[in-house]
Nanobody, 127 residues
Framework: QAQLVESGGDLAQPGGSLRLSCVASGFTLYGYYVGWFRQAPGKEREGVSCISTSDDDTYYADSVKGRFSISRDNARNTAYLQMDNLKPDDTGVYYC????????????????????WGQGTQVTVSS
């Protein structure tokens, strides 16, 4: 069964760092764009960062640009989101998605919610 499992969320202090992981099982992540999305309390789910199959196309939401970095390791069937200089409004549940053929990374992140989502991983930044 194809599945994506998010991990790495935790409680962090403002200015701190976390690294989220998205591990694919039941299929090879190679050949899929990967996107990170988050849903903050009381807000709609939003695209945070997306990356193409071969890392040549990336997108970051303005709110995280310069602080977050998306990457992937196809040999490990894993994608990552490095989050630095965390802010309280980064708090939320973070989800990853895989898509074989979005128009580009920006479009993947700008689309509305996908049909299927995993459990996500909770990120809480205290203030």
């Amino acid at each position: 069964q194809a599945q994506l499992v998010e991990s790495g969320g935790d409680l962090a202090q403002p200015g701190g760092s976390l690294r989220l992981s998205c591990v694919a099982s039941g299929f090879t992540l190679y050949g899929y764009y990967v996107g990170w999305f988050r849903q903050a309390p009381g807000k709609e789910r939003e695209g945070v960062s997306c990356i193409s199959t071969s890392d040549d196309d990336t997108y970051y939401a303005d709110s995280v640009k310069g602080r977050f970095s998306i990457s992937r390791d196809n040999a490990r069937n894993t994608a990552y989101l490095q989050m630095d200089n965390l802010k309280p409004d980064d708090t939320g549940v973070y989800y990853c998605q895989a898509d074989p053929s979005p128009p580009d990374a920006q479009k993947m992140c700008s689309l509305g919610p996908y049909e299927k989502w995993g459990q996500g991983t909770q990120v809480t930044v205290s203030s």
